[in-house]
């Protein structure tokens, strides 16, 4: 079973008219992922949805229309608002079939000090409130997993996920160009982000993926797919950009074990991580290991 996979460095509008600016980009960049064959396309962190509180609206029912013109799984993000004046937020993201049927619902879950990571931010203003499950959804692409950019560097979060199944794990994020950055955005973690794309995926033989916001022309954004073997893609500049994804392989790779081999190797992984890597009575010897 194979997976062609699009993500979306967006170039998104910031302001009063971005609504209805971002809503028209996403439609259109969806439009040419699936003209390209895309089974799934995912749009970064909060896009095309409001940035800033009030947040008034969320584009459910626009994304919902987009996924089932074009007959894609579509992810788009958006803060959802917790009360009547729209500061109180989750930071979510929605996985639509291509029948435009909402799948279900990711809402994002740590660091748990909230909400300093998006109140009063340059591009992000909104009182965010931490979600605690972590949700996998089965389609007829494969089984997915949500989360949100640098939940990257929460190890237990994709584990998780792959513990119950899924196939892929995406990561949209907000701001993490590498070059031409914002003044006082932390351009810095561009090299560890990257490092740990991929170490998500080889650690727990799973598929992950990320896209990025570009604040504007010039500027440059970060989409990359990994597999638990290779780097199928990496690309910087804005639109849609799409690998395959050999999902009976990671499968596989799941199954399979450690073992004296003659001649070139199988896999080009350690296969069995899930299951060889993680033995019940290290736990029990280690209780530090399940404590908050």
């Known amino acids: 079973m194979t997976m062609k996979l699009a993500v979306v460095n967006t170039l998104t509008r910031f302001g009063a008219d971005a609504a209805a600016v971002n809503v028209a980009a996403a439609a259109d960049y969806v439009a040419q992922a699936a003209a390209q064959g895309a089974d799934l396309v995912c749009l970064p962190e909060t896009f095309p949805g409001q940035w800033r509180a009030p947040i008034t609206w969320t584009p459910v029912r626009e994304l919902a229309d987009i996924a089932?013109?074009?007959?894609?799984?579509?992810?788009?993000?958006?803060?959802?608002?917790?009360?009547?004046?729209?500061?109180?937020?989750?930071?979510?993201?929605?996985?639509?079939?291509?029948?435009?049927?909402?799948i279900?619902?990711?809402r994002r879950t740590v660091p748990r000090h909230a909400p300093w990571i998006y109140r009063g931010g340059e591009y992000w203003d909104f009182d965010w409130v931490p979600a605690d499950q972590l949700p996998v959804f089965d389609t007829d692409v494969g089984r997915i997993g949500l989360l949100m950019c640098s939940e990257v560097y929460a190890p237990e979060q994709p584990r998780i996920l792959a513990l119950k199944g899924a196939d892929v794990v995406l990561l949209p994020a907000g701001l993490i160009a590498p070059e031409r950055l914002p003044a006082g955005y932390g351009g810095a973690l561009y090299q560890t982000w990257r490092t740990l794309a991929w170490a998500r995926a080889i650690e727990n033989l799973v598929h992950t993926a990320l896209c990025s916001n570009i604040p504007a022309e010039g500027y440059k954004g970060f989409s990359m797919i990994c597999s638990p073997e290779d780097i199928l893609l990496e690309e910087h500049s804005p639109g849609v950009h799409t690998a395959d994804l050999d999902l009976e392989r990671v499968r596989w790779l799941r199954k399979e074990h450690d073992r004296n081999i003659v001649g070139e190797s199988p896999w080009r992984t350690k296969p069995g991580a899930l299951r060889d890597w993680r033995r019940h009575e290290v736990f029990a010897a280690n209780p530090i290991l399940t404590e908050g």
Do not use: K
């Open 68 to 102: 089932r013109s074009n007959g894609v799984h579509l992810v788009g993000g958006f803060a959802e608002p917790l009360d009547a004046a729209g500061d109180r937020c989750y930071n979510s993201l929605a996985l639509f079939g291509p029948d435009g049927r909402e």
């Open 104 to 106: 279900g619902r990711y």
